[in-house]
């Protein structure tokens, strides 16, 4: 890591937009009327360029949130910003998508009939406000600083999944968002590969600091990641506990062995377990 | 492919185990059209067929026959004008009614009474409102075509993953780079796989409608196709030539389905890397 990265690393000062204010937002799924609280008044502030980690159990409607964050979905009431500039509220229920918030997915969203090169060139091509030579000489530059110098040329189906995932949020970060919004996307990678993708996570965002909207089940990762994580309740979704990881950037793998880390867990775990004990309570009563 | 490439293609262990196999079955073949004349007995069924070696002297003689191959050249040109025709219809069709909700919820229900009926009960009925043979037997093939790959590209279409969706409006796509750079490519394989699957529909139906049409207005057994080829065998007694036009006919859609194999593998590269 280099000196620079290593200086301003600790601080958000530098980190001038990306700062979101969830605010009383409910959404209730109405399908067949039978009215169901996905997210019941929920408000969260998340700083410019944090790393704010959404713990919570299965099913909480930490996605929901999530997609209306994206504009893939509509809130009930209550409001988001963005930066100041209402992106959904009174009177605008969807937010519309837009390249200064991308989502990783879950199960990822690369383009299997684009190679990786051409799928990391895909947003500003879209764009189009800068020459295809400009977009390219960006995106194989990218490429190299993500390690992923050679495959190019690939399909996404020819490289490993940790490295699908890689190229995935190199090509989300090639449109300069403001927000990454990460729907669990290492769920399904095994935790060999899941500790290498967290460095390598933590050593993109250094270098790109953007404010990071992180959904997980896996409280390891979310303490090693995140400056803040925010635990939820059962469904419906509101946050419950907001823990501060007051251990210092940059952080590597060593952190996970330190004794702070371990204080940490267990405080997390205790309040974790609480509210999955309630929402297993929960889906055994509606069954 | 380079042709080193290619010839260890050709004489790959694959390729020779399909060439032993067809050996062993003409073995079997001449041993059980021969089995009267050679045992005093013979055997149910294939002691009335014709021997290969008798098929192929028969065959020689038509090789130089420019009325044999008229027959391919008339069934080929059928086969790819309906099939081509179904393409062009049934490929926009399919798309855009996995696009367009209203236009589905008025389409699909006539499309779905009008599938189970087979392109060959459309045979009388096309001769009527056609105003040619050739014309008549040209949309019973493509009836036996559209279907398919409507089905198949409706299917592919409905089946795109949400989020590549989602991830393109994202990134600033319009509605018409969704289209073009999400939905046509994501149902690629299903047109490739749908264009396959009509193109042995299509084969299978242009020859009966050549035999019950009688070979359309091109008249005779030279301008009549395959199907006609065997039929008018049939009527003028040489069993032969009736297998001859059955083994043709395997040949011309054996490689009407590996011209569109290797076409699709083209257009979908991404896919042999699985």
């Known amino acids: ?287 | 492919m380079s042709i080193s490439k290619f010839t260890d293609k050709l004489f790959s262990r694959a390729t020779l185990r399909g060439i032993f196999a067809i050996g062993i079955f003409m073995v079997f073949w001449e041993v059980g059209a021969r089995s009267e004349e050679w045992f005093g007995y013979r055997f149910p069924f294939i002691g009335l067929v014709p021997p290969p070696t008798d098929v192929f002297v028969s065959w020689s003689g038509l090789i130089a026959d420019p009325s044999y191959w008229q027959s391919w050249y008339m069934s080929f040109l059928r086969v790819f004008g309906g099939f081509l025709a179904a393409m062009v219809v049934g490929i926009p069709l399919g798309l855009f009614m996995a696009i367009n909700k209203s236009f589905y919820g008025m389409a699909f229900p006539s499309f779905e009474v009008l599938r189970p009926i087979p392109p060959l009960a459309w045979v009388p009925a096309s001769i009527i409102f056609w105003p040619t043979q050739e014309l008549s037997i040209a949309f019973v093939t493509f009836l036996g075509a559209f279907y398919t790959i409507v089905i198949n590209v409706l299917g592919g279409a409905k089946s795109i993953n949400k989020q590549f969706l989602q991830a393109a409006q994202s990134m600033g796509a319009s509605q018409w780079d969704m289209f073009r750079r999400i939905v046509l490519p994501a149902t690629l394989p299903s047109i490739v796989v749908g264009s396959a699957v009509g193109m042995g529909i299509t084969w299978e139906v242009v020859v009966a409608a050549e035999m019950i049409s009688g070979g359309g207005s091109s008249g005779g057994g030279a301008g009549g196709g395959l199907g006609f080829f065997i039929w008018s065998s049939y009527v003028g007694g040489s069993y032969e030539q009736i297998i001859v036009g059955m083994i043709s006919i395997g040949i011309a859609g054996y490689i009407s389905s590996e011209l569109l194999r290797q076409l699709g593998g083209l257009l979908t590269p991404w896919l042999k890397t699985r």
Request: with cysteine; charged share 25%; proline share 6%.
């Open chain 1, 1 to 287: 890591m280099s000196a620079v990265i290593e200086e301003n690393v600790g601080s958000l000062a530098d980190v001038t937009s990306g700062a979101i204010n969830i605010k009383d937002v409910v959404k209730i799924y109405d399908p067949d009327g039978a009215a169901v609280m996905a997210v019941d008044h929920c408000s969260i502030d998340i700083p410019a360029g944090e790393i704010c980690m959404i713990v919570g159990p299965s099913g909480c409607g930490k996605t929901t949130l999530l997609n209306a964050i994206a504009g893939f979905h509509d809130i009930t009431s209550g409001s988001i910003h963005l930066d100041g500039e209402l992106l959904c509220g009174p009177g605008k229920p969807q937010a519309k998508p837009g390249s200064d918030r991308i989502v990783v997915f879950q199960n990822g969203a690369l383009f299997p009939w684009k190679t990786n090169l051409d799928n990391i060139a895909f947003g500003p091509m879209m764009v189009g406000n800068q020459s295809k030579a400009e977009i390219y000489d960006k995106a194989r530059s990218m490429m190299a600083d993500a390690g992923l110098s050679g495959t190019e040329n690939n399909f996404p189906g020819e490289v490993s999944s940790g490295l699908r995932r890689r190229v995935e949020i190199v090509r989300a970060l090639m449109n300069d968002p403001k927000v990454l919004l990460f729907d669990e996307p290492y769920r399904a990678l095994d935790s060999l590969t899941k500790s290498v993708m967290h460095e390598a996570l933590l050593e993109i965002y250094y270098r790109n600091k953007v404010t990071i909207f992180f959904i997980t089940h896996d409280l390891e990762e979310a303490i090693f990641l995140g400056h803040r994580l925010i635990i939820m309740s059962s469904r419906p979704c509101k946050p419950k506990k907001i823990m501060e990881v007051d251990i210092p950037h940059p952080r590597d793998y060593s952190v996970l062995t330190s004794p702070r880390f371990r204080e940490l867990m267990n405080e997390a775990k205790d309040v974790v377990h609480e509210e999955a004990q309630k929402a297993f309570d929960a889906g055994e009563k509606e069954g």
